[in-house]
C-alpha cells in the first residue's frame, strides 16, 4: 500500500482511508464512481474512485449539530 497524505474528517477525525460509517448510494461513471457516504458524525461526503483509489473530493457539515 501506498502512503500518502492520510485526511481525516474534520468533524470527528474519521479516517477517509477507513471503511464507510454508512454508504448512502453509489453511482457508477465513466471513469469509475461516486459514492456517497455518511460519516459517524453525520457529514454526507462524496466519494470517487477512479484508477488511483478512492478519495473524498466534498464533504459537508455534520447534519446532527451540537451545542458548544
Ligand atoms: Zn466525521
Known amino acids: 500500500m501506498t502512503s500518502t497524505t492520510r485526511a481525516v474528517c474534520p468533524h470527528c477525525g474519521w479516517p477517509d482511508g ?20 455518511r460519516c459517524a458524525c453525520g457529514s454526507l461526503q462524496v466519494r470517487v474512485s ?13 447534519s446532527a449539530a451540537r451545542a458548544g
Do not use: I
Open 18 to 37: 477507513a471503511e464507510p460509517f454508512q454508504v448512502v448510494s453509489r453511482h457508477g461513471t465513466a471513469t469509475g464512481g461516486t459514492v456517497w457516504t
Open 50 to 62: 477512479d484508477g488511483c483509489g478512492t478519495r473524498v473530493v466534498s464533504r459537508s457539515r455534520p
